[in-house]
């Protein structure tokens, strides 16, 4: 991306370069950001003075709106066909048809003498001759193709909110394949995976509407439209893929919608998914999914009838794999070499569905026990500690961890941290101060200057 921009920002580029070109851009933004959509606007701003034609004006989305970005996207996409055609002369009808679930994958299901009286060719013209048992860790391949992915073991994972303090967040303690050196201000990137729990249901769901798949069910996948992710170039289990690379928490969009009106053979459940699924059915769409926070499973569950027509590759379709979440960390590798600390906030919450949501990320990591493992990887933060400068660090709640990350090294480093004040807030001094000692003690022998703000601690709140 980086790359790109530079490129394309180049001052020697002539002003007649892209003179051939015609081109639409669509700015996928959130106008809660002070710069709104500021990326596309640049992008289509430079592409005109490099002698481009727009074909139509920019989209710009917003993620706000209460229909989403499809409140933009949708007439922008339809007017981008519209000009597609008029520019290549072409009936808007030849487009892609709309009622065609075009899949990502080739996904075939292997039986157990196919595994082992045959050897299977993949995509990548790799054979695959191991019984795929469920694997530990699924994005551990991806080591064979980048080696900065590690996988640490929990030590600790200790609550630091009181029993009876409605938040649970944890310090979690990592400890390192080998020593590593990071900086104050860097974050990790977890792949988290789905609770045993969901599986299962995942599971039940699919066997009361009659679906033929089960946890040891073995699955091949190739490329057909795109290419297969590398971590999927092996023969799983279906039980690995539901576990560690759908998210099983997923809110269905519309797309999701479209795709099992498409298979549905139910008249009424058709009906409503075909509404879902339509411009004008977004408001409704927009009560039933994002308002109570509906996953995948529990609409997947409300649909009986339609659920019982998916097959492996609909699978592929209508789920999406889990992201990787990013965690600022919280220790110093002056401090602890071996090992890293990060900060979680359990996300969990209500909803007016009868069963409370969860963060899939903060949830599973707050389940980890110690010898558990995680996969993970580092990136350079963006958030940066000038050396050598007063410092004034203000975090409250989780958002503490990095300023803890930079007092614990700079203490390493100087041990006299008189230039630097803490500010912390939070509700209650005895319920959710986090890494409280560590702050009393940088105070007591670093001389760190530490202003804490607890809200609830008296009648009124502050
Ligand atoms: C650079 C960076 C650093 C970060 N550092 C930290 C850190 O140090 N510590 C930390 O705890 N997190 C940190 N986060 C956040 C972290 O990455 C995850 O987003 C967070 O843990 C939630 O992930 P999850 O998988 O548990 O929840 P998800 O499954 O992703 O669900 C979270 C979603 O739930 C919804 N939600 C949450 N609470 C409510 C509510 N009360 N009502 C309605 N909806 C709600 C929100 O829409 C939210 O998007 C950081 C994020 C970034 C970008
Ligand atoms: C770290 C971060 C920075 C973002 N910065 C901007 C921004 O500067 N301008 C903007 O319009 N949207 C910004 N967005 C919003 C995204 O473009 C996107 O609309 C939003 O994240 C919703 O899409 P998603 O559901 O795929 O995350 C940002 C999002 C994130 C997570």
Redesign the pocket.
């Not at 979440?325 to 600022?328: A, E, F, K, N, V």
């Given at each position: 991306m980086k790359i790109f921009w530079r490129r394309l920002l180049g001052k020697s580029l002539r002003s007649d370069l892209l003179k051939s070109l015609k081109y639409g851009v669509l700015g996928l933004g959130d106008s809660s950001y002070s710069k709104f959509n500021f990326a596309a606007k640049k992008l289509n701003k430079r592409l005109a003075q490099l002698g481009g034609k727009e074909l139509l004006p920019i989209g710009l989305a917003d993620d706000q709106h209460n229909l989403g970005i499809d409140a933009v996207a949708d007439p922008w996409i339809k007017k981008l066909w519209e000009e597609i055609a008029n520019v290549f002369k072409i009936s808007i009808e030849d487009k892609i048809q709309e009622n065609l679930i075009i899949e990502k994958y080739r996904v075939s299901i292997l039986n157990k003498r196919d595994l082992y009286t045959s050897r299977l060719l993949m995509s990548s013209d790799r054979w695959i001759i191991r019984h795929p048992d469920k694997l530990d860790h699924l994005y551990e391949k991806e080591r064979e193709v980048n080696v900065n992915i590690k996988i640490g073991s929990i030590i600790e994972n200790v609550r630091t909110t009181s029993e009876d303090y409605f938040q649970d967040v944890r310090l979690i303690n990592i400890l390192l394949p080998f020593n590593i050196k990071y900086d104050p201000g860097d974050?990790i990137y977890i792949r988290?995976k789905n609770s045993m729990e969901q599986v299962n249901r995942f599971f039940k769901i699919l066997h009361e509407n009659n679906v033929e798949l089960y946890s040891d069910t073995m699955v091949v996948i190739t490329k057909k439209e795109i290419k297969v992710p590398f971590v999927l170039q092996q023969c799983l289990t279906l039980e690995t893929i539901v576990e560690q690379y759908w998210d099983l928490?997923f809110k269905p969009r519309r797309s999701t919608m479209h795709i099992l009106s498409l298979i549905s053979e139910n008249e009424l459940e058709k009906e409503k998914l075909c509404e879902f699924a339509s411009p004008s059915g977004q408001e409704e769409l927009y009560d039933y999914i994002n308002r109570p926070?509906r996953n995948i499973l529990e609409v997947l569950a409300d649909f009986p009838y339609t659920t019982s027509k998916i097959n492996i590759g609909v699978l592929f379709e209508i789920l999406s794999p889990i992201r990787p979440?990013?965690?600022?960390i919280a220790s110093s590798s002056k401090t602890t070499p071996d090992r890293i600390q990060?900060?979680?906030?359990v996300?969990e919450?209500k909803t007016r569905l009868l069963e409370p949501r969860f963060?899939?990320?903060?949830?599973w990591l707050s389940s980890l026990k110690e010898n558990n493992t995680v996969v993970f990887w580092f990136q350079k933060g963006t958030f940066r500690f000038e050396d050598n400068k007063p410092m004034i660090l203000i975090g409250p709640g989780?958002g503490v961890?990095p300023l803890r990350s930079f007092l614990l090294e700079k203490a390493t480093e100087e041990r006299d941290l008189k230039e630097c004040a803490l500010f912390f807030g939070c509700r209650n001094r005895d319920k959710d101060y986090h890494c409280r000692e560590d702050f009393e003690r940088l105070s007591r022998e670093n001389n760190l200057k530490v202003f804490c703000a607890f809200s609830r601690d008296q009648n009124y709140k502050m």
């Open positions: 974050i988290p928490n926070r979440r990013p965690y600022s990060i900060l979680v906030a996300v919450f963060g899939l990320c903060s949830k989780t961890a």
